[in-house]
């Protein structure tokens, strides 16, 4: 069976709804530059690394996820799409995932990006008066409760923001159930530390100027109110950080070209 196309997009199985069985080019992602220096100098700067992590071993930790991804060969189409590597721990204190978030990653993120872009502007959106504290918790399908337990001591990963273009969320979180194991790594659907661990290190990853980018999910993450979902966006040269509905009508939920979830292969330091 094969589960990645030549872009590194998960394969829709029957079972999935999806904008369309081939997803289109014209929402799309440029690949960075692996500049595993200036990614850990930000994640530094910005409060996610871990402590006495070098560039060496940054760097060997992050090709070793490659290497396994690459020798696996249900996993090895994922390389064929966009990835960028991070760096997290997880400092906070308490359990709340909405108040981490927002007290602790949004802000980063914003810092990073306006220190990389300082004329350009981000911007947190909460549809309808939602709250992040308090009401966030994990999809259970999404494996991202072993992302966050192997964070408290430090991760090194891989974001692959487009893995699951044009899905929409029940799906992107249902096909986990059909993903065999990647065995020496980890793998998560995207939540929001991870990607704001990636956006951090790599904030330029949402702006181009020659391409229309993606919305990227935060899928692993689910509102108290189901009708709610997490992303980030590009607003031409800005970023913005949206809590906002999923619902076209009462009973139907957004399916669009322009919608990414995200994988994220991980392992300890």
Request: net charge negative.
């Amino acid at each position: 069976m094969k589960y990645f196309d030549d872009r590194g997009r998960r394969v829709p199985t029957n079972d999935v709804r999806v904008f369309a069985d081939e997803a289109s080019d014209y929402y799309r992602l440029e690949q960075p530059d692996f500049n595993y220096g200036g990614v850990l100098e930000r994640s530094e700067k910005f409060n996610i690394a871990p402590s006495a992590l070098s560039v060496s071993q940054f760097q060997i930790k992050a090709q070793s996820l490659l290497d396994i991804i690459n020798s696996n060969d249900d996993f090895s189409g994922l390389l064929r799409g966009v990835h960028v590597p991070f760096v997290y721990k997880h400092t906070a204190t308490e359990s709340d995932l909405g108040a981490n978030f927002q007290d602790i990653i949004l802000p980063n993120v914003q810092k990073s990006f306006n220190d990389r872009f300082p004329d350009s502007h981000f911007k947190a959106v909460l549809q309808s008066d939602t709250e992040l504290n308090g009401n966030i918790s994990l999809d259970p399908l999404s494996g991202y409760d072993e992302f966050l337990d192997a964070s408290q001591q430090g991760v090194v990963g891989w974001y692959f923001p487009q893995a699951l273009q044009e899905y929409d969320i029940k799906s992107q979180r249902s096909q986990m159930n059909g993903l065999p194991n990647l065995d020496g790594a980890g793998l998560c659907l995207s939540g929001g530390m991870d990607i704001g661990a990636a956006l951090i290190g790599t904030p330029e990853l949402l702006v181009s100027e020659e391409f229309y980018t993606p919305i990227l999910c935060m899928s692993a993450f689910t509102h108290s109110d189901e009708r709610m979902i997490l992303l980030l966006k590009s607003y031409g040269p800005h970023l913005e950080f949206w809590c906002m509905t999923q619902m076209l009508s009462k009973h139907t939920t957004q399916v669009s070209e322009q919608w990414a979830g995200g994988f994220t292969v991980f392992a300890k330091i």
